[in-house]
């Protein structure tokens, strides 16, 4: 699953299973090299039960690296959750433009060509009725596709922040 898609529910287990799964691993490399071997049979047991003393030192580090790499994986997948949230809606608004009427699409161009441009003047650059500029304007403002200011007697267009 790309990480873009992911939601937040889904980040958090894949956090924790690759946390779940340095520890084990590291746990694995490292207890080696601190735990010596037991000499009486009670070591033995204290050491498979995992009482020993011995095994408190290779545990901590294994656990602060696993939580370690659980942060850089987080953050990794967090970078790509950012960039997709803007992925997503720039891909929403591909579809919607799909959608629309060549002469919509026309007005679109328009507005974003110009940045902000009047009511008024948007209609004399199309050569449009007052009726149909009006119309679509509404329409495009109900699928947040513009922002409409007032502006004396007519309306200043543009497109909105998240859509630039």
Known sequence: MPAQNMDNVTRIFLVAFVVA???LVLS???RPLFVQQPETMYGMMQQA???SQQSAIPNMLALVAALGLGILASLKFKTKTVT???GGRE???SIVRKRLSD???KMLKEIERAGSITQDSLRARLAWSKAKVSTTLTRFDKMNLIQRERQGK???VFLPKDLK
């Open 103 to 105: 002469d919509e699409k």
């Open 28 to 30: 694995i490399i490292i």
């Open 84 to 86: 997709g949230i803007r």
């Open 154 to 156: 007519t309306y200043r």
């Open 91 to 93: 891909r929403a608004l």
């Open 21 to 23: 799964a340095a520890y």
């Open 49 to 51: 039960m995992g009482f």
